[in-house]
């Protein structure tokens, strides 16, 4: 007997599906072949590096890291990830809970996530627009507004597929969070309008800007702040200053529409608060970021000034005054230090991962294992970009016109997920804001989205409005299972807050969004 040969043979039926699923990257990709990371012995196959943007001034280059699935079950899908910003690294992503490898603690020693998102699906990250994280920007900055961003991805995506064609046919599923939510709608609906065929299965925004600004800020602050006023410690005497401004500015009329299930009508934001209403004039930033704009309130009576009579915000600044108060009242506290807008759970002990990711991606052995040497330092988030994109005439919110149409008249699913410990962009606006967004011919849920969901299992098949085929992998939810948060779904859309979560909800609850991802974005789809 051929030992040798033998051995060879199990260990070929051993390795086929990685070889079966390589096989598709042709020899055009080889450049990008991920052969070894410093820091740690065993990746999925993964190709990085740097593809120019057709049609752009030289020098304008996307970083991309594309990884294989390691489940040859979910071969058929493309995850691609967004961070947001604008102008922040999508590698912030993958190394703090969606991606296959993460810190160890406070240093960056690499261990792999048994979360990764790389057992659902082919994952591909992207650093975008140019300039952002590992890619490369002409000088001065190119990108001047997201319709210049939304047409170098599109264009930059068709590129990519000439590298990896195999990848074209997948079901394409675009994920992202913060400012992804106006990047994802007006991405989708380019590649949707062009003459590529793609197909686009699904948008995923977490904790996303993807509705009227003013609505997802302003209206609902001042009802978050009540919401959460044991974890931020904010007295009486100051909630009571944002429910009179709550009633004053016509909030509370606006929130209780929203809270009509089904909703009788579409609902107007009042007035023009801090300037956040996108279809009105938008708000100055540049004036409005200066430090004579923040007083520091923290009496009731400051806080008031600050609210109705402030000089740089504008009427009704409920936002702007809660950002103010709750970083004036951390620098003066000794046992609430720390505020964190992203995750109000965090305190002085919290790890920061972006130093981490700095010290990591500058590292020369590092950007040259990932095809992009003398990079120079990495930062995780372009201050130029974000100053810049913020500056430009403001986009459309995503929810008027461009999600519906992608929902109704293209198929495309959309999920909408949200921390409960984000103050940035709260809960209780996304929840607003969907509920005055209209699709396939009715406006918003005719339920609550009141339905529990559990750690391994992110749509369960009792739920009376599940748009989902349950995964077979799912966990059944028993009664003593605690819930993970709360979740609806309804012709096409679906909406899940997760409990005792930040901004970016993978950081706190990698287990839930792995059954997430799962269940709801990559499961097959029923209607």
């Known amino acids: ?51 120019p943007v057709p049609g752009a001034k030289a020098g304008n280059e996307i970083f991309f890291w594309l990884f294989e699935t390691e489940q040859p079950a979910y071969e058929d899908n493309l995850i691609i990830w967004f961070n947001g910003g ?56 190119p990108v001047r507004d997201n319709g210049q961003v939304t047409e170098n991805f599109a264009a930059w995506l068709h590129g990519f597929f000439d ?7 997948k079901q394409i599923h675009l994920m992202g969070e913060s400012y992804a939510g106006i990047y994802i709608p007006y991405i989708a609906s380019q590649l949707v309008n062009s003459s590529a065929s793609l197909n686009i299965a699904s948008m995923s925004l977490g904790d996303g800007s993807w509705g009227n600004a003013a609505a997802m800020s302003s209206v609902a602050i001042g009802r978050y702040i009540r919401s959460k006023s044991t974890l931020l410690d904010v007295p009486d005497e100051i909630l009571s200053v944002f429910e009179e401004a709550d009633e004053s500015c016509g909030f509370n009329g606006v929130l209780a529409e929203s809270a009509i299930y089904p909703p009788q009508g579409t609902f107007a934001i009042p007035g023009n608060p801090e300037f956040f209403n996108l279809k009105r004039r938008r708000r100055d930033l540049t004036n409005a970021l200066t430090a004579a704009c923040d007083i520091g309130p923290t009496t009731p009576e400051e806080v008031r000034t600050s609210i109705f009579n402030s000089t740089c915000y504008g009427p009704c600044a409920t936002f702007s005054t809660a950002m103010d108060y709750m970083t004036a009242k951390s620098a003066n506290s000794s046992t609430h230090g720390c505020y964190d807008v992203y995750d109000i759970s965090h305190d002085c002990s919290s790890i920061s991962p972006l130093p981490l990711l700095a010290e990591y991606f500058s590292r020369t052995d590092v950007q040259a294992a990932l095809h992009v040497p ?133 950081v706190n609850k990698p287990r839930e969004m792995y059954s997430y991802v799962r269940d709801v974005v990559v499961a097959p789809r029923t209607g």
């Open 1 to 51: 007997m051929n030992i040798p040969a033998l051995l060879y043979f199990f260990n070929l039926l051993w390795t086929a599906p990685s070889v079966v699923l390589s096989r598709g990257v042709g020899t055009k990709a080889a450049q990008f072949k991920v052969h070894s990371l410093p820091g740690i012995a065993s990746l999925p196959s993964s190709w990085a590096g740097r593809i």
């Open 86 to 141: 604008p102008g922040c690294s999508s590698l912030i992503g993958l190394a703090t809970g969606n991606g296959p490898f993460s810190f160890d603690g406070n240093s960056t020693n690499l261990v792999r996530n048994p979360h990764s998102w790389t057992q659902l699906g082919n994952v591909l990250y992207v650093d975008q627009p140019v300039g952002t994280g590992l890619s490369a920007a002409s000088s001065p900055y």
């Open 163 to 169: 590298y990896f064609p195999h990848l074209k046919s």
């Open 374 to 506: 003398h990079n120079g330092p990495y930062s995780a988030c372009n201050s130029t970009i974000l100053g810049t994109l913020l500056a430009a005439p403001s986009p459309v919110p995503p929810e008027y016109f461009i999600m519906p149409d992608l929902v109704t008249n293209h198929n495309i699913s959309l999920h909408l997920f949200s921390g409960e410990w984000d103050m940035l962009i709260n809960h209780l606006g996304a929840e607003l804001s969907l509920q005055n967004m209209t699709w396939r011919g009715a406006q918003g849920f005719a339920k609550p989205p009141n339905q529990l969901f559990y750690a391994d299992d992110a749509a369960p098949s009792t739920t009376e409005n599940a748009i989902h085929a349950p995964a077979t992998t799912m966990v059944a939810a028993t009664s003593t299972a605690k819930a993970a948060g709360t979740w609806a779904a309804e012709r096409g859309v679906s909406y899940h807050l997760f409990r005792e979560a930040g901004h970016s909800v993978f």
